[in-house]
């Protein structure tokens, strides 16, 4: 019944920006933390970034000055704004929602993924 949708992937050069959004669609539901996480070429899946449903944020140490995670609980939307971009950010970015629904316990959605290339 949950689905997130993610956007705003694509190729940039080094020092450029891009934003990224998610947004959760379905009924009969509620989010705590939602966040992205990457997956560069070869590499595992690593945490990029998470906010609480009160907009506190946390980042890896990687990415720490150069994104900014924030999310619009009125519209279920997790953004990533990144900037200063590096090659090695280079990655697809997927966002994750932990989602309630009613008495049911705590369940981890994730989107389809977006690819970010920065290169020149």
């Known amino acids: 019944q949950v689905q997130l949708v993610e956007s705003g992937g694509g190729l940039v050069q080094p020092g450029g920006s891009l934003r990224l959004s998610c947004a959760a669609s379905?009924?009969?539901?509620?989010?705590?933390?939602m966040g992205w996480y990457r997956q560069a070429p070869g590499e595992q899946r690593k945490l990029v970034a998470t906010?609480?449903?009160?907009?506190?944020?946390n980042y890896a140490d990687s990415v720490k000055g150069r994104f900014t995670t924030s999310r619009d609980n009125a519209k279920n939307t997790v953004y990533l704004r990144m900037d200063s971009l590096k090659p090695e950010d280079t990655a697809v970015y997927f966002c994750?929602?932990?989602?309630?629904?009613?008495?049911?316990?705590?369940?981890?959605?994730w989107g389809q993924g977006t690819q970010v290339t920065v290169s020149s």
């Open positions: 379905g009924s009969g539901f509620s989010i705590n933390g």
């Open positions: 994750y929602a932990d989602v309630s629904r009613r008495w049911d316990g705590p369940s981890r959605y």
């Open positions: 906010v609480t449903s009160g907009g506190s944020p």
